[in-house]
């Protein structure tokens, strides 16, 4: 009777859940891909890019922040769904500065795989060319606000995983823009490390380690071999394993 | 009747490159022996291949870069006067791309940094030849200029990419870019 209770619906799928699962976590373990920017696994969903929205009986929610519930009909796949998610694709490649062939982050950009996935072919909106500031400060790391697409994966791993709160979102709309936890407001005066998972976490090219850059050529790159949905799967199933390892340190502790 | 003088006639393919640097142009020329086959069923009108200087009515017209000045305008809206079909082809024709990088400034301070603050620049002074087409304060995608029907990513798009845009067109459809073709860089 549980194993029943424990199963919703994707796009006519059943899918089991356990207890507390969200839909998105539900649906990557069976392998069933929603488009995703601002999910990670193992850190708490914040539900910001909206790329994962869902439908359930017409009603439209964020398949990460959305728990899974017994009997939940829904529908994902759909032509309507990912062209509404084209247009989100669209407005965060208008608001920023993404023209791809003039950043080092191109090929492994999960918002340019997002497009590539999703049939984008043009911008479609009017561009904003908005002036960010860039912080050059830190001698390893360098933090271009004007890719930020705001999905804060950096706040969440650097609070979550690096223990270290490096990171928040200031501002509202579009003046929302990341700021940095140090006394000057820099990255060189914060207690970031090329090493923490917040530096290496962004999914496009605002955080970038120096000195790396073109090391591998274009052409050779992630997401000129592979989609966002392979690789966001795997994401999945290594962040799992992550995890439970994790969780097996602590109880022997 | 239609189908025999479709058959006859050529298709008329005019080009030309706004705020681009004609790698779109040398990417088309990739196709190589297809090439041959595209021009037993394809005349060139203006462009950079025929040096024709001024665009009759045409089919199909390419266009390559972003608008970047005064000149770039006249150039796009006679494209879009002539040509049935117009095709934005590449990064800067379709977001402006790499010259779209001067939007995040002020043009003044762009020229003044290139020729007059910059490192090395010798006998300082901002160009004002009459000739010189005037700049626009941005630059900008040539769809935020006339309508665009089609659109070709790429920097710049393979042969193959052009292949795939063309051949449809030629047939009369509607061309559908791969989605394992695409690639913004």
Same mark, same amino acid.
């Given at each position: 009777m549980s194993a029943i209770q424990n199963t919703i619906r994707i796009d006519n799928q059943a899918i089991p859940?356990?207890?507390?699962?969200?839909?998105?976590?539900?649906?990557?373990?069976?392998?069933?891909?929603?488009?995703?920017l601002c999910h990670y696994p193992g850190l708490p969903p914040s539900g910001n890019c909206r790329l994962c929205i869902v439908e359930i009986e017409n009603r439209s929610v964020a398949a990460c922040t959305t728990p899974a519930?017994?009997?939940?009909?829904?529908?994902?796949?759909?032509?309507e769904l990912?062209?509404?998610?084209?247009?989100?694709?669209?407005?965060?490649?208008?608001?920023?500065?993404?023209?791809?062939?003039?950043?080092?982050?191109?090929?492994?950009?999960? =918002?340019?795989?997002?497009?590539? !996935?999703?049939?984008?072919?043009?911008?479609?909106?009017?561009?904003?060319?908005?002036? #960010? *500031?860039?912080?050059?400060?830190?001698?390893?790391?360098?933090?271009?606000?004007?890719?930020?697409?705001?999905?804060?994966?950096?706040?969440?791993?650097?609070?979550?995983v690096d223990g270290k709160n490096v990171f928040a979102i200031a501002g509202r709309g579009t003046k929302a823009h990341l700021i940095v936890?140090?006394?000057?407001?820099?990255?060189?005066?914060?207690?970031?490390?090329?090493?923490?998972?917040?530096?290496?976490i962004?999914?496009?090219?605002?955080? =970038?380690?120096?000195?790396?850059? !073109?090391?591998?050529?274009?052409?050779?790159?992630?997401?000129d071999h592979h989609?966002? #949905? *392979?690789?966001?799967?795997?994401?999945?199933?290594?962040?799992?394993?992550?995890?439970?390892?994790?969780?097996h340190q602590d109880t022997e502790r | 009747m239609t189908i025999e003088?479709?058959?006859?006639?050529?298709?008329?393919?005019?080009?030309?490159?706004?705020?681009?640097c004609f790698g779109c142009h040398m990417s088309f020329l990739d196709m190589d022996e297809s090439l041959t086959g595209l021009l037993e069923q394809v005349e060139f009108d203006r462009s950079p291949f025929t040096d024709i200087k001024h665009c009759g009515r045409c089919d199909i017209g390419l266009i390559e870069g972003g608008v970047c000045t005064a000149e770039n305008v006249h150039v796009l809206?006679?494209?879009?006067?002539?040509?049935?079909?117009?095709?934005?082809?590449?990064?800067?024709?379709?977001?402006?791309?790499?010259?779209?990088?001067?939007?995040?400034f002020d043009l003044q301070e762009c020229l003044q940094e290139v020729y007059l603050n910059g490192t090395g620049v010798t006998n300082p002074q901002i160009p004002d030849d009459i000739e010189l087409p005037l700049l626009l304060d941005k630059v900008y995608p040539i769809s935020e200029v006339v309508h665009i029907d089609y659109f070709l990513p790429g920097c710049p798009p393979s042969a193959d990419a052009f292949l795939q845009l063309l051949e449809p067109l030629l047939a009369g459809q509607k061309p559908i870019i791969q989605k394992s073709q695409l690639h913004y860089d």
């Open positions: 859940f356990t207890p507390g699962q969200t839909i998105m976590d539900a649906a990557l373990a069976a392998k069933v891909y929603i488009p995703h519930a017994a009997d939940q009909t829904i529908c994902s796949n759909t032509p990912n062209e509404a998610r084209k247009a989100l694709t669209q407005m965060l490649f208008v608001e920023g500065d993404h023209i791809c062939p003039s950043c080092e982050k191109t090929g492994n950009c999960k =918002l340019q795989a997002m497009a590539y !996935y999703l049939g984008m072919l043009d911008d479609h909106f009017p561009q904003f060319y908005q002036r #960010r *500031e860039i912080d050059a400060s830190h001698p390893d790391i360098l933090l271009d606000r004007r890719r930020c697409i705001l999905c804060d994966l950096c706040v969440r791993a650097s609070r979550e936890n140090s006394p000057s407001g820099k990255l060189a005066d914060s207690s970031i490390a090329t090493t923490d998972l917040a530096t290496t962004c999914p496009v090219g605002a955080i =970038l380690i120096k000195e790396q850059g !073109y090391q591998v050529p274009i052409g050779q790159r992630i997401y989609t966002i #949905r *392979e690789t966001s799967l795997q994401e999945h199933i290594a962040g799992c394993d992550k995890l439970k390892r994790k969780e | 003088l479709t058959t006859k006639r050529k298709i008329k393919i005019a080009t030309t490159s706004l705020a681009g809206r006679e494209f879009r006067a002539n040509c049935t079909t117009l095709v934005a082809v590449g990064a800067c024709a379709i977001n402006g791309g790499v010259p779209a990088m001067r939007n995040y």
